[in-house]
């Protein structure tokens, strides 16, 4: 028999109880004997440390066989498999008891703690007394079961015929086992907190059976550079991608879809199909799909050459999304050379024969000629800046000579009144009437006076100058009489 008590030597339909050899397989039969006669006692295994029964918390008779451990060996049929040996209980039990048999070891705790005060054993070792029955009672039954009637009837059963599909991947064995839990331990398969299986744990297990186990494997995904961990107990990408939910029309993954997702996990890179708009400088909007997860990586999709001083909005490590914008600012730089004038400077000369504010160009001058060095700059072909970056004079200016007033104007606050009474205030006043300018000079007055040094005519000349003609008049003829209305309505002599 192999380490979980079954026969070596399975028959085709999967049961091996026909099959047993009483000459080769692990009990031997029971020689007719007086009945407290036996082969041989069952030797109990000895802890590492100390004898398992010297410790003061372990249960006395504990590794006894009893009718409880017999009736949970056989299962929910116990009554119905003894009738059909035609056995009791306490027959099993004096026959195990009998049989020469290598036993797996008790194992227990390190460390024990001490028995209650009101004698009960620790749950540690209830626990591991009771998994050590559990793992050399079922088969030890059916081995007894199998020499006392010669036929596989009985111990047959107490096996079944189980099918273990761990991801997608199936086997068949034979068990004793009751529950799944237990059948899964005794194949020593372990159950993560991750994984699926069903039916639970806790389920009864009978012959023909399936238990499912996927494994859970974790997933680290990136979907357009968003990061996540998922746990999936799926087989393939394709699958997982699915168990998430995660949509991949047109996306670019990392991995093909049919690719098992080992056991240890993986992780994914996942770029989605976007619906985005780009433009290209002075170009016409483009509508594109891509798969780039930002505009860097669109820009080397596309293969668009940067230069130095272009743009991209938005910036280069911005994630994209459907919808989204791409627009490049195309910016250049030029150097040209503009010839342009250079403005002749101003010399001054003082007139003390001029009212101050009065002035007279004497040479106009000549303006020179210099060479400019400008930078152009330019944004998707229009210019924007032009900034000087140097200059060469290839033409000197002549300057430019004006004479200005030195000489005090008199106080005109009378004459503005004559002015306003005369002409309204206005000094270029001219009607038609002979007679110009604020004071209503006539022409032969006016040149009488010296007025023709300033303008051929007095509303050509500046108030200051019709002024100081005006007070030569006024000095000659001994008062304002010269305009006698106004002089009149003003109190003027």
């Not at 342009?340 to 009065?358: H, W």
């Not at 009607?431 to 300018?437: A, D, Q």
């Given at each position: 028999?192999?380490?979980?008590?079954e026969?070596?030597?399975p028959?085709?339909?999967?049961?091996w109880a026909?099959?047993?050899?009483?000459?080769?397989?692990?009990?031997?039969?029971?020689q007719?004997?007086?009945?407290?006669t036996a082969?041989?006692?069952?030797?109990?295994?000895?802890?590492?440390?100390?004898p398992a029964?010297?410790?003061?918390?372990?249960p006395p008779?504990?590794l006894e066989?009893?009718?409880?451990?017999?009736?949970?060996?056989l299962g929910?049929?116990?009554?119905?498999?003894?009738?059909?040996?035609?056995i009791?209980?306490?027959?099993?039990?004096?026959?195990?008891n009998?049989?020469?048999?290598v036993l797996?070891?008790?194992?227990?705790?390190?460390v024990?703690?001490?028995?209650?005060?009101d004698?009960e054993p620790?749950?540690?070792?209830v626990?591991?007394i009771?998994?050590?029955?559990r793992r050399f009672?079922?088969g030890?039954?059916a081995?007894?079961?199998?020499t006392l009637t010669?036929?596989?009837g009985?111990?047959a059963?107490?096996?079944?015929?189980v099918?273990v599909?761990i991801?997608?991947?199936?086997r068949t064995?034979?068990?004793?086992e009751d529950?799944?839990?237990?059948?899964?331990?005794?194949e020593g398969?372990q159950?993560g907190?991750?994984?699926a299986l069903?039916?639970?744990p806790q389920a009864?297990?009978?012959h023909?059976?399936t238990i499912?186990l996927?494994?859970?494997r974790?997933?680290k995904?990136?979907?357009?550079?968003?990061v996540?961990e998922?746990?999936v107990?799926?087989?393939?990408?394709g699958?997982?991608?699915?168990?998430l939910g995660?949509s991949?029309?047109?996306?670019?993954i990392?991995a093909?879809?049919n690719?098992?997702?080992p056991?240890?996990?993986m992780e994914?890179?996942?770029?989605?199909?976007?619906?985005?708009t780009?433009?290209?400088g002075?170009g016409?909007?483009r509508r594109?799909?891509?798969t780039?997860?930002?505009?860097?990586?669109?820009?080397?999709?596309?293969?668009?050459q940067?230069?130095?001083?272009d743009t991209?909005?938005?910036g280069?490590?911005?994630r994209?999304v459907?919808?989204a914008?791409?627009?490049?600012v195309?910016t250049?730089?030029?150097?040209?050379?503009?010839?342009?004038p250079?403005?002749?400077p101003?010399?001054?000369i003082?007139?003390?024969?001029m009212?101050?504010g009065?002035e007279r160009?004497?040479?106009p001058g000549?303006?020179?000629?210099?060479?400019?060095?400008m930078?152009v700059?330019?944004?998707?072909?229009?210019?924007?800046?032009?900034e000087t970056?140097?200059e060469?004079?290839?033409?000197e200016?002549q300057?430019?000579?004006?004479r200005?007033?030195?000489?005090?104007p008199?106080?005109g606050?009378?004459?503005?009144?004559?002015a306003q009474c005369?002409?309204s205030?206005n000094w270029?006043?001219n009607s038609g009437?002979g007679?110009?300018g604020?004071l209503?000079?006539?022409k032969s007055t006016?040149?009488a006076?010296?007025g023709?040094q300033?303008?051929?005519y007095?509303?050509?000349?500046s108030r200051?100058?019709?002024?100081?003609?005006a007070e030569?008049?006024r000095s000659s003829?001994?008062?304002?009489?010269?305009?006698?209305?106004?002089?009149?309505k003003l109190?003027?002599?």
């Amino acid at each position: 028999m192999n380490g979980r008590g079954e026969p070596s030597h399975p028959r085709n339909d999967g049961y091996w109880a026909d099959s047993f050899d009483s000459a080769t397989d692990w009990f031997t039969p029971v020689q007719a004997a007086e009945p407290r006669t036996a082969v041989g006692l069952l030797d109990r295994p000895q802890h590492e440390r100390y004898p398992a029964e010297d410790h003061p918390s372990f249960p006395p008779g504990a590794l006894e066989i009893t009718p409880a451990d017999i009736y949970d060996a056989l299962g929910p049929d116990a009554e119905d498999v003894l009738a059909t040996a035609e056995i009791d209980v306490d027959e099993v039990i004096r026959l195990i008891n009998a049989e020469t048999t290598v036993l797996p070891p008790l194992v227990l705790p390190d460390v024990l703690p001490e028995a209650e005060e009101d004698g009960e054993p620790p749950q540690e070792v209830v626990e591991a007394i009771t998994d050590w029955k559990r793992r050399f009672l079922k088969g030890a039954v059916a081995g007894v079961l199998l020499t006392l009637t010669g036929t596989g009837g009985a111990a047959a059963a107490m096996d079944k015929s189980v099918t273990v599909e761990i991801d997608g991947q199936e086997r068949t064995i034979n068990t004793y086992e009751d529950t799944v839990g237990e059948v899964l331990e005794d194949e020593g398969i372990q159950v993560g907190q991750h994984d699926a299986l069903s039916p639970s744990p806790q389920a009864k297990v009978g012959h023909g059976d399936t238990i499912t186990l996927d494994r859970g494997r974790l997933l680290k995904v990136n979907i357009d550079g968003e990061v996540r961990e998922e746990w999936v107990r799926s087989v393939t990408v394709g699958q997982a991608l699915s168990q998430l939910g995660v949509s991949t029309e047109g996306a670019w993954i990392s991995a093909d879809r049919n690719m098992v997702v080992p056991h240890e996990g993986m992780e994914l890179v996942i770029k989605t199909s976007k619906d985005i708009t780009l433009i290209d400088g002075d170009g016409e909007p483009r509508r594109l799909t891509t798969t780039a997860a930002t505009v860097d990586e669109l820009v080397k999709e596309q293969e668009l050459q940067l230069g130095p001083e272009d743009t991209v909005t938005p910036g280069g490590d911005q994630r994209l999304v459907s919808g989204a914008e791409v627009r490049i600012v195309r910016t250049s730089s030029t150097v040209i050379n503009v010839t342009m004038p250079v403005e002749p400077p101003v010399r001054e000369i003082v007139d003390n024969t001029m009212f101050k504010g009065e002035e007279r160009v004497e040479f106009p001058g000549v303006p020179g000629e210099k060479i400019v060095t400008m930078r152009v700059t330019t944004e998707n072909g229009e210019e924007v800046k032009r900034e000087t970056v140097g200059e060469k004079v290839v033409k000197e200016a002549q300057e430019k000579v004006v004479r200005v007033g030195g000489k005090q104007p008199p106080n005109g606050a009378v004459w503005d009144k004559l002015a306003q009474c005369e002409a309204s205030g206005n000094w270029s006043a001219n009607s038609g009437n002979g007679y110009y300018g604020g004071l209503q000079f006539n022409k032969s007055t006016w040149d009488a006076y010296g007025g023709d040094q300033y303008a051929p005519y007095p509303h050509q000349a500046s108030r200051e100058q019709q002024i100081a003609v005006a007070e030569k008049v006024r000095s000659s003829r001994g008062g304002y009489g010269a305009w006698p209305h106004c002089s009149s309505k003003l109190g003027l002599s």
